[in-house]
């Protein structure tokens, strides 16, 4: 591109810096953040201020992290899922769908197995039934994909749909095993006791939204991040995702990588779901459909450029935005939720935009002069 | 500027109206010709890419009527300078001339328009296309309507005057390698070309194809036609340039005239120290079949591939498979490294039948492979040494990447691998590095394998890095080790090889032993004459 007598273009960079690692992301954070603050002046809100009351909602005050780092801990599991099939080029967008199949799979477990086992057996149950779950709703397309090759974006993403429709027939269409059916209003029935986990305090008296699922979530990711680095399964997937003739050339089964990796990663977004009958919820609870921490997930794991550990951070940064957000709607000068979710949609572009300058750097020269290298 | 391309047409009265290629040239009559100005000339020409100087303060000048070389190793800047000439490259500084006249060249049809064209290494045609759809298309000044017979009338007599046989109702999909080249040449003089640039021209093609191409370009230069010939091999330049210019680094070391051009000089201008090319032969007796291939029948889709294939490697041999590309030599490979099963025959590789256990079989029998696409088969491009380095080796739940980093590193020493270090992504190694990196892997490998089936070792790699890994599948030999050398490089083959073979429509038409072999008679099998 040539503007006043300036060639400008993009050149890639042979090795990119440990600065533009961080950089890169902050900028675009920034940069969505001023998009959105235009989006603020224009509805006539004090753009600074009320980036500061959504700090203040979403990161810094008690409630505001707490309720943060109870939102998180789903998110974490869809991001962690997102990421872990999105290394091996496999773009599964069903994290949506495995989700609510954990919450129905933990919820049956709880319901239908717990009443009798301890709370160390019982909550553990839950979770694995939600990761079998999710695991098994992922199967049709990663069997397409493995043997046939059908796209799992389309396979995963239509299963979704199904999914929502499961979830709103066993509350709301019928009077099934998983609809209370003490009352008459539609809700779903609650699981065992010793299925659920009470609420962090954090050494004060208060009730926090934050659940010991949180741990679990992190050991999660960090037990991912050493798993893939170091074993022989992590080895085969990075070969696979970076030349699948290099694979095939090693002797490796790509059909078994591909099938396993899409369980995985559905099992991942399925223990997500359990996590919620497990803490806040405690049943089926249509309400979880409203939230949208599949495809956030997605969008964590884009931020966090697949790094397991980096996941961590972006669903709570994720997180912060969408509690602030809420918080600010029912403040006295109240914020559309929309502004809410047009930053996150503003950080996922400029993240991905970032990307760009990551790998690249902007050459600036005169026409004709030569760049020195 | 539009008078440049006249040239040719005053040139060209003598022999004929249709060796103005057929077709208008695009300038009008009304300026007399330059001749005594170069045909095409490079002056000071710089053009750099994201680390590399590709050329560097480059002169080059093309007199009408000349066949003038450009030599280099790969990576030389000899194709950077062919693309800055056809306009698909901007200079940074320096000038590309006309005639003497400085021309500004933004894309290869703004060379088209003055007369310039260039004949890619990969050719850039529509297979499904036939030889005629394919010379017009992207021609400028197409009329609405298109008129087969006439094209074909014009292509036809392009194809006699200049002795490229070609059918202009075939379709290209279905075309030799040689053909489809002849396709992109009469394509090139149809737009009324007058100087054609020919990348890497002789690569894909048989000796017997080289000789037509070779006349054909005597062809095109007694009509006035000016020919700039890329090439990296040394022999066959020899014979039909005019003028040779040796590029190394991006810069000019030489240049040399017909008559002065001595092959060993050149060699020296291309690496920059003396060289010697001597052939490598066993030098102990040969021990027992290691490695044997016998009857073996391979279909695809109901097209036979591979058919009645018999050949025994022993220890301490280099069994060679000479053949053009394309004939079979990939699938071959595969079919004794085990990645593909025969529909008859046997493979034993040390005595373990290894023709259906697959890949993870046949290594575990005792076999390594080195196939022909090094970064994007053997070695996994964006991974480590270190990573590569264990990709076949026996791993357990956790992969041992304590050990493959000493191993790296002493490799790097060894064999002199440049590289940053043992964690760099391998896709950032020279050719030749990498290839080191790979030969490694599969010569040393932990497990000891006995046989190694090595396809086209040194393709794309410079004269060094070819010295380099011909030393080490001698070293190999030496060792005991049964080589299987699959190679679309004659010369590699007739080099190194105790036997040699070649495989013509998937089959061996001919075997001699190495040190006796007749060059002569090697070629025309490659090109599947019967002798």
């Known amino acids: ?373 | 500027m539009g008078a440049l391309l006249f040239v040719a047409n005053s040139l060209v009265v003598a022999s004929g109206v249709a060796s103005r290629g057929a077709h208008e040239p695009l300038a009008p009559h009304n300026s007399a010709p330059n001749l005594a100005a170069f045909a095409l000339e490079a002056v000071a020409v710089t053009k750099r890419f994201p680390g590399v100087v590709a050329n560097d303060r480059v002169d080059f000048q093309l007199a009408h009527g000349e066949v003038h070389t450009l030599l280099g190793e790969n990576g030389a800047g000899k194709s950077t300078l062919a693309s800055v000439l056809c306009g698909l490259y901007r200079p940074e500084i320096g000038q590309v001339l006309r005639n003497g006249k400085e021309i500004r060249l933004n894309s290869p049809r703004d060379g088209l328009t003055h007369g310039i064209a260039m004949v890619h290494q990969h050719f850039r045609l529509v297979d499904r296309f036939t030889v005629a759809e394919n010379v017009v298309l992207g021609h400028k000044s197409l009329s609405f309507v298109l008129s087969a017979s006439e094209i074909e009338e014009r292509v036809e007599s392009i194809t006699n005057e200049f002795g490229l046989p070609l059918n202009p109702r075939a379709v290209v999909g279905e075309l030799s390698a040689g053909e489809r080249q002849r396709v992109e040449i009469v394509k090139a003089l149809y737009q009324g070309a007058e100087v054609l640039l020919l990348d890497e021209p002789t690569a894909l093609l048989a000796p017997p194809e080289v000789e037509k191409l070779f006349a054909t370009v005597r062809a095109m230069t007694h009509v006035g036609k000016s020919v700039v010939f890329v090439s990296h091999k040394l022999g066959e330049v020899v014979d039909i340039s005019d003028r040779i210019t040796v590029m190394r680094g991006g810069k000019v070391t030489g240049s040399v005239r017909r008559g002065q051009a001595d092959v060993k000089k050149l060699a020296e201008l291309m690496v920059g120290r003396e060289i010697n090319i001597v052939p490598r032969r066993a030098k102990s007796p040969t021990g027992e079949v290691l490695l044997s291939v016998s009857q073996v029948h391979l279909e695809r889709e109901g097209a036979e591939i591979l058919s009645d294939i018999n050949i025994d490697v022993r220890g301490g041999e280099i069994v060679g498979v000479a053949g053009v590309a394309g004939n079979g030599q990939r699938d071959l490979a595969e079919m004794v490294a085990g990645l593909t099963a025969p529909q008859h025959g046997n493979v034993t590789v040390c005595g373990v039948p290894t023709a259906r256990s697959g890949a993870l079989g046949a290594r575990r029998a005792g076999l390594a492979y080195v196939p022909e696409d090094r970064l994007g088969t053997g070695l996994a491009p964006s991974l480590s040494m270190v990573d590569n380095l264990v990709l076949t080796r026996e791993r357990g739940f956790l992969v041992d990447r304590k050990s493959a980093l000493t191993e790296a590193e002493y490799f790097i020493k060894q064999l002199e691998i440049k590289t940053p270090g043992p964690l760099t992504p391998t896709r950032k190694l020279s050719g030749g590095n990498s290839q080191k990196v790979l030969l490694a892997r599969e010569l040393f490998a932990v497990s000891g394998a006995r046989v190694l089936v090595v396809c086209s070792p040194t393709r794309g790699l410079d004269v060094g890095a070819v010295e380099a890994v011909h030393a080490l599948l001698d070293e190999a030999r030496d060792a005991g080790k049964a080589i299987l050398l699959i190679s679309e490089d004659l010369d590699e083959v007739m080099t190194l090889a105790d036997r040699v073979m070649v495989l013509y429509r998937g089959k061996i038409t001919l075997e001699q032993q190495g040190a006796s072999a007749d060059l002569d008679h090697v070629g025309r099998a490659m090109a599947g004459i019967a002798s």
């Open chain 1, 1 to 373: 591109m040539i503007v006043l007598g300036r060639s400008i273009r993009l050149e890639q960079r042979m090795v990119v810096p440990r600065s533009a690692v961080v950089i890169v992301p902050m900028l675009s954070v920034f940069f969505a953040l001023a998009v959105g603050g235009v989006f603020l002046a224009a509805t006539g809100h004090p753009p600074l201020g009320t980036y500061l009351d959504l700090i203040k909602n979403g990161y810094t005050s008690f409630y505001g992290i707490t309720d943060t780092l109870g939102l998180a801990t789903p998110l974490i599991c869809t991001g962690l899922a997102a990421a872990f099939a999105f290394r091996m080029n496999l773009y599964s967008i069903g994290q949506e769908g495995q989700l609510y199949l954990g919450m129905i799979g933990g919820a049956w477990a709880g319901i239908a197995l717990a009443d009798s086992l301890p709370a160390f057996l019982a909550v553990p149950l839950v979770l694995v039934f939600g990761a079998v779950a999710g695991a098994a709703w992922v199967a049709v397309p990663a069997v397409l994909r493995a043997r046939l090759g059908t796209s799992e974006i389309v396979s995963t993403l239509l299963l979704n749909y199904v999914a929502l429709n499961l979830v709103n027939y066993f509350i709301f269409g019928s009077r099934g095993f998983f609809r209370d059916p003490t009352t008459s209003f539609p809700q779903g029935r609650p699981v065992a006791e010793s299925a659920r986990l009470s609420p962090f305090s954090f050494f004060t008296d208060k009730v926090t939204n934050t659940y010991p699922t949180l741990l679990v979530a992190l050991v999660l990711a960090a037990f991912l991040f050493w798993f893939m680095r170091t074993s022989n399964y992590g080895y085969e997937t990075a070969v696979y995702a970076d030349s699948p003739n290099t694979a095939r050339y090693a002797g490796m089964n790509s059909m078994r990588l591909q099938s396993s990796v899409l369980l995985i990663s559905g099992a991942l977004a399925g223990v997500g779901g359990a996590m919620y009958v497990v803490g806040p919820a405690g049943k089926v609870d249509p309400g979880l459909l409203q939230i949208g921490l599949g495809y956030a997930g997605i969008v964590v794991a884009a931020l966090a450029r697949y790094n397991f550990l980096a996941v961590i951070v972006a669903a709570i940064l994720f997180a912060g935005l969408r509690t602030g957000g809420n918080a600010l709607q029912v403040s006295n000068d109240p914020v559309p939720i929309a502004i809410a979710v047009v930053l996150q949609g503003a950080v996922l572009l400029f993240a991905l935009g970032g990307e760009l300058f990551r790998r690249n750097r902007v050459v600036i020269s005169r026409v004709g002069q030569v760049v020195p290298t």
